[in-house]
């Protein structure tokens, strides 16, 4: 429909009237939607930083930055929502709109009623980033769902996993979420088969390579405790199971153990070390852990 010279006149005046406001606001909402995120970024560095020198727990610094790109994330995404209401309101205000406010008012009480799941959705993840059960950046599994997180919003949680694939989690459905790279984790390496008269060699060998490692430049920045023997886990037909450990930064935690695992095999071999084995299972096995007790295992990661 054409609008009538009546209408078209009275817009003119309308924009005549009022352009000088239009232009300010305009003006004012780009620059906050375009600025608004270098300024995000320093003030919640500033604030980590200033917590962390308060009360100091220790929390290595890529924890601080997968924090700070969360928070970073969701203040930008309320700045936005908030410019984007800013321009509602202007335009309720500058065109008398309001008196439509009771009719939307009724609309928004019935779509509360029907939409209960969107609001636990907004309190559960409200809950999430407040608890800090998991940022940005963390690998995480949800509802059987494992893998990277992208986004974590007041409505929903963003996974990437392995195999490329997004998954787009509702807070609310969230019961238990198992963070595997918070701070650390705790690696495993099983040597399987080890005869009996060659177990305290094989144990020497762990402990030779667990402190090479230790103080190899390339890998001490991925290693917070030196691999070392730990325990027996297992005596079969076969012979003895030794089990190796240790702590990983979060960064470490699967090339850690797969690094482990070519030095000990390098070294077994050296040594005229051989390990029993059935056909088709590998004789060195790796199994993680994160710091709450949570695991993954396989022969190779």
Do not use: C
Request: aromatic share 6%; proline share 4%.
């Amino acid at each position: 429909m054409n609008p009538t010279p009546e209408q078209t006149e009275q817009l003119t005046s309308w924009l005549s009237r009022n352009w000088l406001t239009v232009v300010i606001i305009a003006v004012v909402l780009f620059l906050v939607w375009r600025f608004a995120r270098p300024f995000v970024h320093r003030g919640v560095m500033g604030l980590l930083s200033a917590q962390e020198r308060a009360m100091p727990t220790g929390v290595p610094h890529e924890e601080l930055a997968k924090r700070a790109a969360t928070l970073e994330d969701l203040v930008n995404r309320l700045i936005r929502l908030l410019a984007v209401l800013a321009v509602i309101f202007v335009i309720f205000g500058l065109f008398d709109l309001w008196s439509a406010i009771a009719g939307l008012g009724l609309i928004l009480a019935a779509l509360t009623v029907a939409g209960q799941s969107i609001i636990l959705d907004y309190i559960m993840g409200l809950l999430i980033i407040v608890e800090g059960q998991y940022f940005k950046g963390d690998t995480i599994s949800v509802g059987g769902i494992e893998g990277e997180v992208e986004e974590v919003g007041l409505r929903r949680t963003v996974l990437r996993d392995t195999q490329g694939t997004v998954h787009s989690i509702s807070n609310g459905t969230i019961r238990v979420s198992s963070n595997l790279t918070r701070i650390y984790a705790v690696a495993f390496v099983d040597v399987e088969g080890v005869r009996n008269r060659d177990v305290e060699a094989v144990i020497a060998i762990m402990g030779r390579v667990g402190q090479e490692m230790a103080t190899d430049p390339a890998w001490s920045p991925l290693i917070e405790e030196a691999p070392h023997y730990r325990s027996t886990p297992a005596f079969t037909d076969l012979g003895v199971t030794l089990r190796m450990s240790t702590k990983v930064r979060t960064a470490g935690r699967w090339s850690v153990p797969a690094e482990i695992r070519r030095r000990m095999a390098l070294a077994l071999s050296a040594a005229g070390i051989h390990l029993n084995r059935r056909a088709g299972t590998p004789g060195i096995q790796t199994r993680v852990e994160d710091d709450d007790g949570d695991a993954d295992g396989g022969a190779s990661r």
